[in-house]
């Protein structure tokens, strides 16, 4: 299989690949065209039907597979396809595995990992929080286990939120003994819940797009309402504590303008979002390594907008 990370300008190639999404456009001259978006495990490609209406192009729609026969060009520096002939493939003749991005990391095995951290929490409140989510919620768990991070920018993939999770809580348990101010209780607690909405903010697989509920109030305030919501069922919860946890979790994108409902008031909170923010960025920087591999140390790699720089690989 030619994956999509591999193709290069000039390429004639044919090829199956997922379509994540297709939408019909107007050129400036009135010509009907239509923008293709493929997908496979190692990212996605934008392509072009110049000319919908021609023999070879057979009727599809996203989420289909669809054997391309095309021409690989770059536009503004990104690595374009433009479609000659399209075909629907049946779901049975494909292996998912080839198009759905997935953590090259054992999920079981950072679950593991995830549930010690649970098991560290001395608070009982915070620990019942935690269970409640992660042990007795199997439903919960698994979906968490195996969801998506994003729709895009980083930890788009098949258990990217289990693995960015897992990242941001071992940095705070770091904090922790960096800087003893910090309750880790609690710093903890809200590392591991700070993104528990995302399993209903973003779709499954292939899809893996904003849900309704996503769009319209976002991961922050639908992991406070979850917190708030298993709250009330444990029998006098401290009310100081209870605030102090989704304050956290509102908080952990730090300003207003990334999305925050508010800025970090308590250190934990603080020290979560800069966890959160250091992960997020690094991964960035590493999927975006991964997806110019072919480029050399001294090359520039073009703007990203949650970096907001133009970025390029240390020299060896």
Not at 11 to 28: F, V
Not at 97 to 102: D, T, V
Not at 239 to 267: D, M, R, T, W
Request: charged letters at 25%.
């Amino acid at each position: 299989m030619k994956y999509i990370e591999t193709l290069r300008e000039g390429e004639r190639i044919q090829e199956i690949y997922l379509c994540k999404q297709k939408t019909s456009a107007m050129t400036k001259t009135g010509k009907e065209y239509e923008n293709v978006i493929l997908q496979d495990k190692t990212g996605q490609l934008d392509a072009k039907i110049w000319d919908p209406g021609s023999m070879g192009i057979e009727d599809f729609e996203a989420l289909d597979y669809v054997e391309v026969h095309g021409d690989v060009t770059v536009f503004n520096g990104q690595t374009q396809l433009s479609i000659k002939r399209a075909r629907k493939i049946s779901e049975d003749s494909v292996d998912p595995s080839n198009y759905l991005p997935c953590t090259d990391k054992n999920m079981d095995e950072m679950m593991t990992e995830l549930l010690k951290f649970i098991a560290s929490v001395n608070n009982p409140y915070y620990k019942q929080i935690l269970g409640s989510l992660f042990i007795d919620d199997t439903k919960f768990s698994e979906a968490f286990k195996k969801h998506s991070a994003a729709k895009s920018v980083h930890h788009g993939f098949i258990g990217g939120l289990l693995e960015h999770t897992l990242a941001v809580t071992k940095l705070c348990d770091f904090y922790t003994t960096q800087y003893p101010i910090l309750n880790r209780d609690l710093l903890i607690t809200s590392a591991i819940c700070h993104d528990i909405g995302k399993v209903y903010e973003l779709s499954d697989f292939p899809s893996n797009d904003y849900t309704d509920a996503g769009q319209l109030l976002g991961h922050i305030v639908m992991g406070s309402e979850m917190v708030s919501k298993i709250i009330a069922t444990i029998p006098d919860f401290p009310v100081k504590q209870a605030n102090e946890l989704k304050h956290c979790i509102l908080a952990h994108h730090g300003e207003l303008e990334y999305g925050s409902p508010k800025k970090p008031a308590l250190i934990e909170a603080l020290a979560l979002n800069f966890a959160d923010n250091t992960d997020a960025k690094m991964e960035t920087m590493k999927e975006i390594f991964e997806s110019n591999s072919m480029a050399g140390a001294d090359q520039w790699l073009g703007y990203n907008r949650l970096l907001e720089s133009n970025v390029r690989r240390t020299t060896e």
